[in-house]
């Protein structure tokens, strides 16, 4: 009897690269496809390229599967199509670091540093002084897939997760923005486990935490720097974004990820233009 | 009468660059010198490192000439002696950036990613949520220079500023951490104002904040972003400098920067390794 194995789940699919041939031995090439389900507002999803990075770097040193610490610097935008893109080892140890960047028609989009390693190879000690967000089951909370259809057509992205925003978080759909720079929420993806590199969509895919502020619209990411520092436990993950410095036009978003199991996973923080 | 023109603070001279030939147009090189005097445990610090990457970038695009956000991953401990900086622009535009190197001995010690601009063209809305940390004067805090001999021969760094830690800060000192994960302090430097890049060397000034749950040693940085948001106004800058999330060997470390007006000037996070 053979074992049927599952389709892969829509993320995977989506994040699928073929390897090309490269310029030398140092670097190698891998072209992907932007699918515009990912898109939000026209653009592709922050944290959608940020895991077709990470998928790249993977596929670069796959003896460390990881990531560990991604930092990336968003130069332009993305949109539906074909991209590319590049990978050069820095240097290889327990934690290996790549250079990688992201391009479509021959223009960078993304450049980023990716730090990678095997993170079942790490010690047990938790001491964790960071409180894990306490929220409402998810059956009390908001589904961002039930905003209106206007929305939806302006953000596929939303329909390609389970979102779920405490009713605090969501006040801004109904013009009565908290004011405090908080957005916190359960996050999963429909057909898939929570691993690693999915935390690297996870942190980047709430709403601006701008909203909450009582500015809505598009805030461009210039650099969003992301710690992974546990494979996550299966179900769903909870994500608390904030924001305490908004000036001079740029703000800084801070999210945390959390596990099933309580333990603080992902923290990631963004460095975004301020909504006009 | 000429105005004699004061001589270069020791920062800047110590960060001085001689640039080189280029293999090639699109990459610039310049070669420097890492001094001994800014080493800890007989590494180069952290934040000299970036500002001397910082001062690379600057000499490489003149008309950015503020660090906005600067991300490092530091793949090997730098020593004293000569060090070389390559620069490459990625992408110009109000906001700048460049994929920078510093490399000894022809290996790799830092890659980093930095976006510059113009600081002074930002606008001068404040809506900023954290609060400045409330400190004694300087005059009541620990001086860092007065730590005993033993542990001066091994930090040399700690007297190229002025440090003052707040006295709940320094029970570390004395076998008597607060177990919080928390320090804060006054930091200066003895002939310098501070100015933008100064705030990256400022943001990995301090101890590890592991000294502060009890964990005194070494404490090596994998990667450190750091973001300035303003032009910091003369005087002396407040450090605040805390972790929430030791685990698995590795944590994170979050530093503020407020100047003396009362901004919050900087803002980092670096994941290390939790000293063993």
Do not use: K
């Not at 938790?126 to 409402?136: F, H, I």
């Amino acid at each position: 009897m053979q074992t049927e194995t599952p389709p892969p789940a829509e993320l995977d699919r989506d994040l699928a690269l073929t390897p090309l041939d490269g310029p030398d031995e140092a670097v190698r090439r891998f072209s992907g496809h932007l699918p515009g389900g990912w898109s939000v507002g026209g653009g592709i999803n922050g944290g959608f390229l940020l895991a077709m990075i990470g998928s790249a770097v993977r596929d670069t040193v796959p003896d460390r599967p990881h990531p560990v610490a991604v930092a990336a610097t968003y130069v332009g935008a993305s949109t539906e199509g074909p991209a590319e893109v590049t990978t050069r080892v820095v240097r290889r140890g327990t934690l290996t670091t790549v250079a990688a960047e992201l391009a479509q028609d021959g223009a960078p989009r993304i450049t980023a540093l990716a730090t990678f390693s095997d993170l079942a190879g790490l010690t047990d000690e938790v001491g964790t002084t960071a409180v894990a967000p306490v929220l409402p089951p998810p059956e009390e909370c908001v589904r961002t897939s039930d905003a209106p259809p206007d929305f939806l057509r302006t953000a596929p992205l939303v329909e390609r997760f389970e979102m779920r925003l405490t009713p605090r978080s969501v006040g801004w759909a109904v013009g009565q923005p908290s004011g405090t720079g908080l957005l916190e929420g359960w996050f999963r993806l429909p057909d898939r486990e929570p691993d690693p590199l999915m935390l690297l969509l996870a942190c980047d895919a709430m709403p601006p935490v701008t909203f909450d502020l009582g500015r809505p619209g598009w805030a461009p990411t210039v650099q969003l720097t992301t710690h992974v520092r546990a494979v996550p436990a299966p179900g769903w993950l909870r994500l608390r974004q904030s924001t305490s410095n908004v000036a001079g036009g740029f703000f800084e978003e801070d999210c945390e990820i959390w596990d099933s199991a309580g333990r603080l996973v992902a923290q990631s923080r963004q460095l975004a233009r301020v909504p006009r």
